[in-house]
């Protein structure tokens, strides 16, 4: 099965509720690469790469209000080209 990428912004009370360390744990969980960044606009972008079925679970996951002390209000996604992350971290 081929790998996909997925660029998903999450809106709402996202930062400072560890919704970055949340997203990584999941994401290793699911053999998923790639990141999850604060941006200045207090979104999150998250994004992920892997088999389609389990980014596809990750942006369930996500649009389902991801942690526990997150409070989604909406997620939009967008494909991207394939990149070879290594692993999914958290960027700075």
Excluded at 21 to 35: H, I, N, P, R
Excluded at 47 to 69: F, M, S, Y
Excluded at 79 to 86: G, I, K, M, N, V
Aim: glycine share 10%; net charge negative; with cysteine.
């Amino acid at each position: 099965m081929a790998n996909v990428c997925v660029a998903a912004y999450v809106y709402g009370v996202v930062q400072g509720v560890g919704f970055r360390y949340t997203t990584q744990q999941q994401a290793m969980d699911l053999g998923l690469t790639g990141y999850a960044r604060n941006l200045d606009d207090g979104s999150v972008e998250v994004v992920a790469c892997g088999e389609q079925q389990q980014v596809e679970a990750l942006i369930d996951w996500l649009k389902q209000g991801g942690p526990r002390h997150a409070s989604v209000e909406r997620v939009l996604t967008e494909p991207r080209a394939a990149e070879d992350f290594r692993q999914f971290k958290i960027r700075y």
